[in-house]
């Protein structure tokens, strides 16, 4: 630092020098994690998609200062454990492999990976989710996923994001049932009826009488709910 008095009195300037010295201590960067702004929301369906599943999209994790990270991926806790399930998929080029994760197949996954190689399982649609028996938007809920990265010294950050799960749609199945005039069938309904959900949902049903008053024959009056 150098100060000047400017010369006053036409006398050549006079200068004062002092040298201070700046520390500048390095803090460390903490890792990013990026959930992406897509609306995870996925419907369960009796036949052909019973546990909701799908590939998690729009995930990725980044630190400035670190290759390697640990990162935790975890689904809410209900009454009967884990909401679901998040499985990685090991076979992807340059991506995760099984000896990078404890935990693959379960709610709660852990992953110590090269930030490159977890980064290329994701955005590759290597994470799936499933949902558990029973669990879906009704009940109990949303599910969410908590994602938690830390790096070699410590530095932790956490992000969650919420998933949706609609609940299957009851399958209504039809049968034919033969029977003789004026006489008593009895019709298991429950039989008929393919529900997947844990919601209390009920049904209704009725019954219907031949009307060949038109001439065509097997016409139906409208059900009547019973």
Do not use: C, W
Not at 22 to 32: M, Y
Not at 84 to 96: A, E, K, M, R, S
Not at 97 to 124: P, R, Y
Not at 186 to 206: H, K, P, R
């Amino acid at each position: 630092i150098q100060v000047s008095d400017g010369g006053s009195g036409g006398d050549t300037p006079k200068y004062s020098t002092k040298e201070a010295y700046v520390q500048v201590t390095e803090i460390n960067d903490l890792p990013v994690v990026d959930t992406g702004d897509e609306i995870l929301e996925t419907e369960k369906v009796v036949d052909t998609n019973p546990n909701a599943e799908f590939d998690i999209p729009g995930l990725s994790v980044a630190d400035a200062e670190h290759t390697q990270l640990t990162v935790e991926f975890a689904l809410s806790e209900t009454d009967n454990g884990r909401y679901g399930t998040l499985t990685f998929d090991t076979d992807i080029p340059d991506g995760i492999t099984a000896s990078d994760i404890t935990g693959n197949g379960t709610g709660g996954v852990e992953v110590q990976a090269a930030v490159d190689a977890i980064n290329t399982t994701l955005n590759a649609d290597g994470l799936t989710y499933k949902a558990g028996e029973g669990n879906d938007f009704v009940e109990p809920g949303p599910d969410t996923l908590t994602i938690s990265a830390t790096d070699a010294e410590g530095g932790h950050t956490v992000a969650n994001k919420q998933i949706v799960v609609m609940p299957a749609k009851p399958n209504a199945d039809s049968d034919n049932i033969a029977a003789t005039e004026d006489s008593i069938v009895e019709v298991d309904i429950g039989s008929l009826v393919t529900d997947i959900n844990d919601n209390d949902g009920s049904y209704e049903y009725g019954t219907g009488t031949p009307d060949d008053r038109d001439g065509k024959g097997g016409n139906l009056e409208p059900f009547a709910s019973d």
